[in-house]
């Protein structure tokens, strides 16, 4: 009993030893005509037993299984299952191995394994479906957790689009009428790799491009020389982007036009609507479809730069409106400025939408630019351009100073000539003692009178000359140009001493008259009375001049002079001007002879002192005896004494009378009248 036993056991052990199981099914990968070949792991087979592998295939999971092929190789690990139309639907596979003796042992099947389709959706929409299945449920030990899920585009490249555990999988489609072909991977630890059928459809984008930084985001709108809108934006990330829709807000967005190009990012408008308002804009991307995306979340307005000119101050008011929804936000302004149509050159700088230009010069014209900068300088807008010309206020053209002349009463008259075909406010004059160094005097206000005058009392005209000029105000009280310097003559007269009769003049030439000066006539004062007849013409280039009195030693000792210049012919404005220089006095000593004797009927009968260049209306001489008694009295220089009634006798006479300084003098002496 216990031999019998101990052989079937052998027997068993060696019949376990001998059987070869049926293969590890890992990978089936469907080729582009629907073919699937099968992957496996080769059975153990310790005993050389194997005889063939048997295929078996079903289009259900339920089967039935048709019989495919042998594969007499031991160690063949694949098998292509030819006209399998894979590429039409799922196909179920298991393997068995036959072994032993003519392959009578038969193992038991592998796991039923089948082949990954791929069901493709969503042809002619936005959307590509992708619907699929697992090789084997639950997943085989060795088989990956994910799938990998390609697609090409454009052909015959393949790209990655998706990883994932999910048997399905959806893909929103950025491009216009464009073909898509998938197919799904999963790999094996064992090396192999298993993959669906390819499935390949026509797509069509239905989605507009989001708003914001995806579609391109305005940077900056300027405005160019011409007043046109100038826009620049940063290109869209959106991968179907096909172009740029410009919009501009008037009492809605209204599309202006189309920018095509993802990477063109420049537009300029036709419209000049900039140089005399402020525009807003916006952007919004297109897609290959013509899907319009929503506008910009940054629209932007462009800056419209007022200039306003303030005639009297002679200043810019510049005004802007802020900008706003720049990238990194609005760090500061700055002004520039052309004159007369020569390069903007930086003029100030601005944190807030106003800015100032003085000081400008009448008759230019400026122009000015705003340009603002953002936080890093990197981003700049520029205003439209806005010009002026600087203009002056109502004024005369022209102011001339006809004349500085010294008046009798030894003041100085500044005589001015004015256009009156344009107002002004007025004239300054100015006064200087060495024609150089010129100080305010006075204000001449216009009455629309062409000849003006202003008199001056804070003079010493017997000691200096004065230099006079005139400035021209406008309306608004600005200086707008200076006449003619006028300076005035002063006189100096001098009695020769050694020629008693002769008095010496000179003088400084006037200036300066346009038309210079023709000549200078000399003007004499005895006893006071101006004399209005010049007693000489002295031509230019000559400025003394000898007077001899001789012919009026009867008159005062005090005799006086000016001069008057004449302008010369060619003034601008049809006139002779002429000046007048202070009054010079000579004085010559007063001299009296008196006889010490006369002979009533002799020659001398008369006696008569003679007096020359004194006073006549303080002339007195009186005659007294030898007692005291008066015995003659006169006030008059050419009345004598004939001694009538007297006897002859020495007299006492005294001789009263005013020289030409006014100085009261007393003679005294004796008298003899002989008979």
Same mark, same amino acid.
Not at 73 to 92: C, E, I, R
Not at 128 to 148: D, E, G, M, R, S
Not at 349 to 378: D, E, M, W
């Given at each position: &009993?216990?031999?019998?036993?101990?052989?079937?056991?052998?027997?068993?052990?060696?019949?376990?030893?001998?059987?070869?199981?049926?293969?590890?099914?890992?990978?089936?990968?469907?080729?582009?005509?629907?073919?699937?070949?099968?992957?496996?792991?080769?059975?153990?087979?310790?005993?050389?037993?194997?005889?063939?592998?048997?295929?078996?295939?079903?289009?259900?999971?339920?089967?039935?299984?048709?019989?495919?092929?042998?594969?007499?190789?031991?160690?063949?690990? *694949?098998?292509?299952?030819?006209?399998?139309?894979?590429?039409?639907?799922?196909?179920?596979?298991?393997?068995? *191995?036959?072994?032993?003796?003519?392959?009578?042992?038969?193992?038991?099947?592998?796991?039923?394994?089948?082949?990954?389709?791929?069901?493709?959706?969503?042809?002619?929409?936005?959307?590509?479906?992708?619907?699929?299945?697992?090789?084997?449920?639950?997943?085989?030990?060795?088989?990956?957790?994910?799938?990998?899920?390609?697609?090409?585009?454009?052909?015959?490249?393949?790209?990655?689009?998706?990883?994932?555990?999910?048997?399905?999988?959806?893909?929103?489609?950025?491009?216009?009428?464009?073909?898509?072909?998938?197919?799904?991977?999963?790999?094996?630890?064992?090396?192999?790799?298993? *993959?669906?059928?390819?499935?390949?459809?026509?797509?069509?984008?239905?989605?507009?491009?989001?708003?914001?930084?995806?579609?391109?985001?305005?940077?900056?709108?300027?405005?160019?020389?011409?007043?046109?809108?100038?826009?620049?934006?940063?290109?869209?990330?959106?991968?179907?982007?096909?172009?740029?829709?410009?919009?501009?807000?008037?009492?809605?967005?209204?599309?202006?036009?189309?920018?095509?190009?993802?990477?063109?990012?420049?537009?300029?408008?036709?419209?000049?609507?900039?140089?005399?308002?402020?525009?807003?804009?916006?952007?919004?991307?297109?897609?290959?479809?013509?899907?319009?995306?929503?506008?910009?979340?940054?629209?932007?307005?462009?800056?419209?730069?007022?200039?306003?000119?303030?005639?009297?101050?002679?200043?810019?008011?510049?005004?802007?409106?802020?900008?706003?929804?720049?990238?990194?936000?609005?760090?500061?302004?700055?002004?520039?400025?052309?004159?007369?149509?020569?390069?903007?050159?930086?003029?100030?700088?601005?944190?807030? *939408?106003?800015?100032?230009?003085?000081?400008?010069?009448?008759?230019?014209?400026?122009?000015?630019?705003?340009?603002?900068?953002?936080?890093?300088?990197?981003?700049?807008?520029?205003?439209?351009?806005?010009?002026?010309?600087?203009?002056?206020?109502?004024?005369?053209?022209?102011?001339?100073?006809?004349?500085?002349?010294?008046?009798?009463?030894?003041?100085?008259?500044?005589?001015?000539?004015?256009?009156?075909?344009?107002?002004?406010?007025?004239?300054?004059?100015?006064?200087?003692?060495?024609?150089?160094?010129?100080?305010?005097?006075?204000?001449?206000?216009?009455?629309?009178?062409?000849?003006?005058?202003?008199?001056?009392?804070?003079?010493?005209?017997?000691?200096?000359?004065?230099?006079?000029?005139?400035?021209?105000?406008?309306?608004?009280?600005?200086?707008?140009?200076?006449?003619?310097?006028?300076?005035?003559?002063?006189?100096?007269?001098?009695?020769?001493?050694?020629?008693?009769?002769?008095?010496?003049?000179?003088?400084?030439?006037?200036?300066?008259?346009?038309?210079?000066?023709?000549?200078?006539?000399?003007?004499?004062?005895?006893?006071?009375?101006?004399?209005?007849?010049?007693?000489?013409?002295?031509?230019?280039?000559?400025?003394?001049?000898?007077?001899?009195?001789?012919?009026?030693?009867?008159?005062?000792?005090?005799?006086?002079?000016?001069?008057?210049?004449?302008?010369?012919?060619?003034?601008?404005?049809?006139?002779?001007?002429?000046?007048?220089?202070?009054?010079?006095?000579?004085?010559?000593?007063?001299?009296?002879?008196?006889?010490?004797?006369?002979?009533?009927?002799?020659?001398?009968?008369?006696?008569?002192?003679?007096?020359?260049?004194?006073?006549?209306?303080?002339?007195?001489?009186?005659?007294?005896?030898?007692?005291?008694?008066?015995?003659?009295?006169?006030?008059?220089?050419?009345?004598?004494?004939?001694?009538?009634? &007297?006897?002859?006798?020495?007299?006492?006479?005294?001789?009263?009378?005013?020289?030409?300084?006014?100085?009261?003098?007393?003679?005294?002496?004796?008298?003899?009248?002989?008979?």
């Amino acid at each position: &009993m216990r031999l019998f036993i101990g052989i079937l056991f052998f027997c068993l052990v060696s019949l376990t030893k001998a059987q070869v199981g049926p293969p590890s099914l890992r990978c089936i990968a469907c080729g582009p005509t629907g073919d699937l070949t099968l992957t496996w792991i080769i059975p153990l087979d310790p005993g050389g037993q194997f005889f063939s592998y048997e295929i078996y295939r079903s289009a259900v999971f339920a089967g039935p299984y048709v019989f495919l092929a042998s594969v007499n190789t031991y160690t063949a690990n *694949t098998y292509n299952d030819a006209g399998a139309a894979g590429n039409l639907q799922a196909k179920y596979y298991f393997i068995k *191995t036959r072994w032993g003796a003519a392959g009578t042992n038969t193992s038991v099947a592998s796991d039923t394994v089948r082949s990954i389709y791929l069901n493709l959706g969503g042809a002619g929409t936005g959307t590509a479906t992708l619907v699929y299945n697992n090789l084997h449920t639950p997943k085989l030990p060795t088989t990956a957790t994910n799938f990998t899920i390609n697609k090409q585009f454009p052909i015959p490249a393949w790209s990655v689009v998706q990883t994932t555990s999910l048997t399905n999988y959806s893909e929103v489609i950025s491009r216009c009428n464009v073909f898509y072909s998938y197919q799904i991977q999963q790999a094996d630890a064992s090396g192999c790799l298993s *993959t669906s059928n390819i499935s390949g459809a026509n797509f069509k984008d239905q989605t507009p491009p989001d708003a914001g930084p995806t579609q391109g985001l305005l940077d900056s709108v300027s405005v160019n020389a011409a007043g046109q809108s100038v826009l620049g934006w940063t290109a869209s990330s959106y991968p179907d982007c096909y172009a740029y829709v410009i919009y501009q807000f008037g009492t809605t967005w209204a599309a202006i036009d189309t920018v095509y190009g993802i990477n063109n990012t420049i537009y300029t408008t036709t419209s000049t609507i900039a140089s005399t308002a402020a525009t807003n804009y916006a952007i919004a991307s297109l897609d290959s479809c013509g899907n319009i995306g929503l506008i910009s979340t940054n629209p932007q307005s462009t800056m419209l730069l007022k200039s306003k000119y303030d005639v009297c101050a002679r200043t810019t008011n510049l005004t802007w409106n802020a900008y706003q929804n720049l990238p990194l936000s609005v760090s500061h302004y700055q002004i520039y400025c052309s004159t007369n149509a020569g390069p903007y050159l930086y003029l100030g700088t601005s944190t807030v *939408t106003a800015y100032q230009h003085t000081n400008l010069t009448p008759g230019k014209t400026y122009c000015y630019i705003v340009r603002v900068f953002n936080i890093f300088g990197a981003i700049t807008s520029s205003s439209n351009r806005s010009c002026l010309v600087a203009t002056a206020p109502p004024s005369s053209s022209f102011v001339y100073l006809k004349s500085a002349s010294v008046d009798p009463d030894q003041s100085i008259t500044v005589t001015l000539y004015c256009d009156t075909l344009v107002p002004c406010q007025g004239f300054n004059i100015y006064k200087s003692e060495d024609g150089a160094s010129f100080t305010p005097l006075g204000f001449v206000p216009y009455n629309g009178r062409s000849t003006l005058y202003y008199n001056d009392q804070s003079v010493s005209t017997s000691q200096k000359s004065y230099f006079y000029k005139a400035e021209v105000l406008d309306s608004c009280g600005n200086s707008r140009f200076m006449s003619n310097i006028g300076k005035t003559i002063l006189l100096h007269v001098k009695n020769d001493n050694d020629k008693i009769f002769n008095n010496n003049l000179y003088w400084n030439d006037y200036s300066s008259w346009t038309a210079g000066v023709a000549g200078y006539y000399v003007f004499r004062i005895v006893n006071d009375a101006v004399n209005p007849v010049p007693i000489d013409f002295v031509p230019y280039g000559i400025s003394t001049y000898t007077d001899n009195v001789e012919d009026i030693v009867k008159e005062s000792g005090k005799v006086g002079y000016y001069v008057s210049a004449v302008e010369g012919f060619g003034n601008p404005y049809g006139f002779q001007a002429m000046s007048s220089s202070n009054i010079g006095e000579a004085y010559v000593e007063a001299k009296v002879f008196v006889p010490n004797s006369f002979t009533p009927k002799g020659e001398n009968r008369i006696w008569l002192p003679v007096a020359q260049f004194v006073e006549k209306t303080d002339y007195h001489v009186t005659v007294f005896n030898r007692w005291g008694a008066k015995v003659f009295e006169t006030t008059s220089d050419t009345q004598g004494w004939d001694g009538s009634g &007297m006897d002859d006798n020495t007299y006492v006479y005294l001789i009263q009378y005013k020289n030409s300084r006014g100085e009261f003098i007393e003679l005294k002496g004796t008298v003899t009248m002989v008979r």
